[in-house]
């Protein structure tokens, strides 16, 4: 079987919790962008300036390299070992779609800012900016939180798929290095391709 008909065949086996998930998502993103023009006006202010800060890093070139680098993929470190953790334990689920929406929630809120405090400007930040590595992180975040809600399902469930637990827990630990390679990959882009594009509009 191709590497595509695999992928195919685990969505399709997985639909209620891939929906389940991408439900969540969704619903901290719209609350996100909802919280943001109930800002007081010294927390924007405050917003605006770490903006400001990050944009002249831009300009002047010193935005992008390894420091972004490990800062990026520390993020997405912390985000993988939580929902691996949250999967070997039997309160896994509602635990783990707590940390989607948190994601979506942050996400929606940062797009959500940038198009209220920079208008246009908001736009191309978000595009090129914002956009380039969660292309990356959020398909494959939220590929990651199905296979730890099914881990948590099967722990919870009195491992009665007839799979030992020490195999099982080395398989999924095993998928979870596979799942931070690609995010190291989303780092990649995070702190080398978004600074670049940034830099072309600045």
């Known amino acids: 079987m191709s590497f595509k008909a695999r992928i195919k065949q685990h969505i399709n086996e997985n639909r209620p919790q891939y929906i389940l998930v991408l439900l969540m998502f969704l619903i901290g993103l719209i609350m996100g962008n909802y919280q943001v023009p109930g800002l007081d006006g010294g927390v924007k202010n405050q917003l605006s300036s770490i ?6 890093e831009g300009m002047d070139g010193s935005l992008g ?38 994601r979506g929630f942050a996400l929606g809120f940062t797009v959500s800012f940038l198009l209220h405090d920079r208008a246009g400007a908001g736009i191309l930040i978000t595009l090129l900016s914002v956009l380039p590595q969660n292309l990356i992180y959020i398909p494959f975040f939220l590929a990651w939180s199905v296979v730890a ?10 491992r009665n798929n007839g799979v030992p637990l ?14 931070l390679l690609i995010m ?13 594009f940034l830099s072309l509009i600045l």
């Open 149 to 158: 809600i099914n881990f948590s399902v099967y722990i919870m469930g009195g």
């Open 51 to 56: 903006i400001d800060s990050y944009l002249r």
């Open 184 to 196: 190291l990959a989303g780092a990649f882009v995070e702190a080398y391709l978004s600074p670049w």
């Open 166 to 179: 020490g195999r099982a827990v080395l398989g999924y630990t095993s998928l979870m290095l596979v799942y």
């Open 65 to 102: 390299g390894h420091t972004i680098l490990v800062s990026a993929f520390n993020k997405q470190l912390q985000a993988i070992m939580i929902l691996w953790f949250l999967g070997l334990t039997v309160i896994g689920l509602p635990l783990v779609l707590a940390v989607i929406w948190l």
